[in-house]
């Protein structure tokens, strides 16, 4: 991950930062507490007015986008030999030009480390989430706290309907660069603050669902162990329906250790 300051060059004033994750290619723009309709970018106005100051990827990567070179330029191929560049990278060029362009007057320097606000907010981003049942979503976040989301409750998020109505595209979430966001096929996004605001609290912390994972479930030669068997032994009490495996696989099931121990009284 790389951190960028975004400046005004006409004041030196610091809007924000920019956050570029290299393996996944994604932006997160994070603008300063305080900004309004008249101080934030114009990009991020409609943002700023709902008192929404983490920027989504999408919108991120359209602020990036308006400041460079776009990829349809006629001559971009002898732009990309010009400057050594085998393929076009949104981020290279972002850097070359120090992120100026001509709609304003901002620009971007590389720094090292977060600010306490961008700190502050992280602390709501995703460290886990895990598909339920009837569209449900548990999420873990940074600050130990675990909520319930229902995708029927994320009405203004675009293409959720699609989410609700296709399994097979529900069954591809995962968390997105930093926690920043839940993606569907890395094409639907849902930000983590969304997630946070809209999700149920369970009276549960990250580390005590960890821990219930942990000691909760035992593998194939955990299981064996327990019931002092071998794993024929162990494949028959299976196929005789006295265990059931919590998660199949060729090399080994999960189980769930009380479906196990139960088979010693």
Same mark, same amino acid.
């Given at each position: 991950?790389?951190?960028?300051? =975004?400046?005004?060059?006409?004041?030196?004033?610091?809007?924000?930062?920019?956050?570029?994750?290299?393996?996944? &290619?994604?932006?997160?723009?994070?603008?300063?507490? &305080? @900004?309004?309709?008249?101080?934030?970018?114009?990009?991020?106005?409609?943002?700023?007015?709902?008192?929404?100051?983490? =920027?989504?990827?999408?919108?991120?990567?359209? /602020?990036?986008?308006?400041?460079?070179?776009? %990829?349809?330029?006629?001559?971009?191929?002898?732009?990309?030999?010009?400057? &050594? @560049?085998?393929?076009?990278?949104?981020?290279?060029?972002?850097?070359?030009?120090?992120?100026?362009?001509?709609?304003?007057? @901002?620009? =971007?320097? %590389?720094?090292?480390?977060?600010?306490?606000?961008?700190?502050?907010?992280?602390?709501?981003?995703?460290?886990?989430?895990?598909?339920?049942?009837?569209?449900?979503?548990?999420?873990?976040?940074?600050?130990?706290?675990?909520?319930?989301?229902?995708?029927?409750?994320?009405?203004?998020?675009?293409?959720?309907?699609?989410?609700?109505?296709?399994?097979?595209?529900?069954?591809?979430?995962?968390?997105?660069?930093?926690?920043?966001? =839940?993606?569907?096929?890395?094409?639907?996004?849902?930000?983590?603050?969304?997630?946070?605001?809209?999700?149920?609290?369970? %009276?549960?912390? &990250?580390?005590? @669902?960890?821990?219930?994972?942990?000691?909760?479930?035992?593998?194939?030669?955990?299981?064996?162990?327990?019931?002092?068997?071998?794993?024929?032994?162990?494949?028959?009490?299976?196929?005789?329906?006295?265990?059931?495996?919590?998660?199949?696989?060729?090399?080994?099931?999960?189980?769930?250790?009380?479906?196990?121990?139960?088979?010693? /009284?």
């Amino acid at each position: 991950m790389r951190i960028f300051k =975004i400046l005004d060059e006409d004041d030196e004033r610091e809007l924000g930062i920019l956050l570029y994750f290299e393996k996944e &290619g994604s932006f997160i723009v994070e603008l300063k507490d &305080g @900004l309004d309709e008249w101080s934030a970018p114009f990009l991020f106005v409609p943002y700023v007015k709902k008192g929404v100051f983490t =920027i989504p990827r999408s919108d991120s990567l359209v /602020w990036v986008q308006n400041r460079i070179i776009p %990829p349809s330029r006629q001559n971009i191929g002898m732009i990309l030999k010009n400057h &050594g @560049l085998k393929e076009y990278d949104e981020m290279k060029f972002l850097e070359l030009s120090e992120g100026k362009c001509s709609q304003d007057s @901002l620009y =971007i320097k %590389p720094v090292k480390e977060f600010p306490e606000y961008v700190r502050r907010r992280q602390r709501h981003n995703i460290t886990q989430c895990v598909i339920l049942t009837d569209k449900d979503l548990l999420c873990m976040f940074a600050d130990e706290t675990v909520r319930k989301i229902n995708l029927s409750s994320l009405a203004e998020i675009k293409d959720v309907d699609k989410i609700m109505n296709n399994e097979a595209l529900f069954e591809t979430c995962r968390v997105g660069a930093a926690g920043y966001f =839940i993606t569907f096929n890395n094409s639907i996004d849902i930000p983590a603050g969304v997630l946070y605001k809209k999700g149920k609290k369970i %009276p549960l912390t &990250g580390k005590e @669902l960890l821990a219930f994972v942990r000691n909760g479930l035992v593998d194939t030669t955990q299981a064996c162990g327990i019931l002092d068997c071998s794993r024929q032994n162990l494949l028959y009490m299976l196929r005789q329906g006295y265990i059931t495996p919590v998660k199949e696989d060729v090399k080994g099931n999960l189980y769930f250790k009380g479906d196990v121990v139960k088979n010693l /009284w």
